[in-house]
């Protein structure tokens, strides 16, 4: 029970606060999901949530007055993080359908933040000795700014990257003359793109995108390939919810894949797929998935998933990465409705004896997976090693770029 005014304020300003965060996750989840979803779609991302909404409400009047403040404040992010897609949005394209929620819910952030500093400052004990007062005051500040470490970052890019992508679509620069296409996945998404008609009879799918895959099908539509390119779910004009670690991609590839099967001016026995970042690691993946891709290059594959990340370090530094992307993981099935993807080490083996080529960057590549993809993979491979950062391999090398890539394909299909 609450027995005084100020605990009645308190617990009315938290519950008022959740409240808001409640309805925006009532009216992104269900009420207005993105176009070519629905609310069955999300019910993970939806009533987990939810759920921890309605504990932390029940437990708050529960609670002693130190703990309230720690609850108040564990909820400061997600209230913040419930704005961030309509930010972005009211600067790419507008606000639209529940980012007026969302900055609802944004503005009970500062509010339980201040809830949560002046629950600690009441809370505080004065009667200890002052060193043993200010110990206790430093090992508890200590310990929150390092679950602060392990939680925030890891959380907050979950967030966004499931609820945020590139919105605009830029203008096509080919180099060919190209048609604008259609597809559709087969959990029923639309996904828009452009295709370059093929004069040598194979195709190449580049992956993902409509932006930054640019150079790479003017290079290839050059040398006769027909180029696939297009908005991955929820980005430009694709349907779907936005995947930032393209947890969905396979099927957005393989809807590739089938469109080119049924042009007619591509055998459908030389089909390649060129993959950047997290497109070179979808790509390998769906390779393990169809025989239909008949040869995968993929540059700057990282990792995508806990398993991943902790194959790429050592000694206690594992502890670290199976905390924090462990963390990330867990978020991210719970707002992208489904499980991580296995491991990339133990599906690449499967791709053979189709070709695959690596490209990265050394050191300076995100990830830095390369290497250990080339290891395991079967024959033929090759690697290379470009210069220049993550996927700057045409841009510092073009020629070399060309040659090698072309040089690829060509004998690959």
């Known amino acids: 029970m609450i027995a005084t005014a100020p605990r009645l304020r308190s617990y009315t300003l938290f519950a008022g606060a959740l409240g808001a965060i409640a309805l925006h996750v009532v009216d992104d989840s269900f009420l207005q999901p993105q176009p070519g979803t629905s609310p069955g779609d999300h019910l993970a991302s939806g009533l987990v949530p939810l759920a921890l909404l309605a504990l932390s409400v029940w ?177 430009g004009e694709s349907e779907g919810d936005p995947n930032g670690w393209g947890w969905d991609f396979d099927r957005d590839i393989l809807a590739g894949i089938d469109f080119l099967k049924h042009r007619a001016d591509v055998d459908p026995h030389r089909i390649g797929g060129l993959g950047l970042s997290v497109g070179g690691e979808m790509m390998l993946q769906t390779a393990t998935e169809t025989n239909d891709l008949a040869a995968v290059v993929a540059e700057g594959a990282g990792a995508r998933s806990m398993a991943e990340e902790v194959d790429d370090v050592d000694g206690l530094h594992k502890v670290e990465a199976a905390l924090t992307y462990g963390l990330r993981d867990l978020s991210n099935s719970i707002l992208q409705n489904r499980m991580p993807p296995e491991n990339l080490k133990t599906l690449i083996p499967k791709i053979a004896p189709r070709p695959i080529f690596l490209i990265h960057a050394g050191e300076d590549d995100a990830g830095h997976r390369a290497p250990e993809y080339y290891r395991v993979a079967g024959k033929p491979k090759q690697i290379w090693e470009a210069k220049g950062g993550h996927t700057d391999g045409i841009a510092e090398q073009p020629a070399e770029y060309e040659r090698r890539v072309v040089e690829f394909f060509d004998r690959s299909l």
Do not use: C
Not at 61 to 83: E, N
Not at 84 to 92: D, K, L, P, T
Not at 114 to 125: D, E
């Open 59 to 235: 437990a708050y009047p529960r609670l002693r007055q130190g703990a309230q403040a720690t609850l108040a404040l564990v909820w400061v992010l997600p209230a913040a993080l419930s704005g961030a897609e309509a930010i972005y949005y009211s600067s790419h394209g507008g606000l639209t359908g529940d980012d007026f929620t969302g900055l609802l819910a944004m503005a009970g952030a500062p509010l339980l933040l201040g809830l949560g500093l002046t629950s600690l400052w009441r809370s505080r004990r004065l009667g200890d000795a002052l060193f043993r007062r200010y110990g206790r005051r430093l090992v508890k500040t200590a310990a929150v700014l390092v679950v602060a470490m392990i939680t925030v970052i890891p959380l907050a890019i979950t967030y966004i990257s499931s609820h945020v992508a590139r919105a605009d679509v830029p203008a096509a620069n080919l180099g060919a003359p190209h048609e604008n296409v259609k597809l559709e996945t087969s959990d029923g998404l639309e996904l828009a793109g452009w295709y370059v008609p093929s004069r040598n009879g194979a195709a190449v799918i580049v992956f993902p995108g409509r932006s930054g895959t640019q150079k790479q099908a003017r290079m290839l539509a050059r040398n006769g390939y027909g180029v696939l390119l297009y908005d991955r779910r929820g980005e």
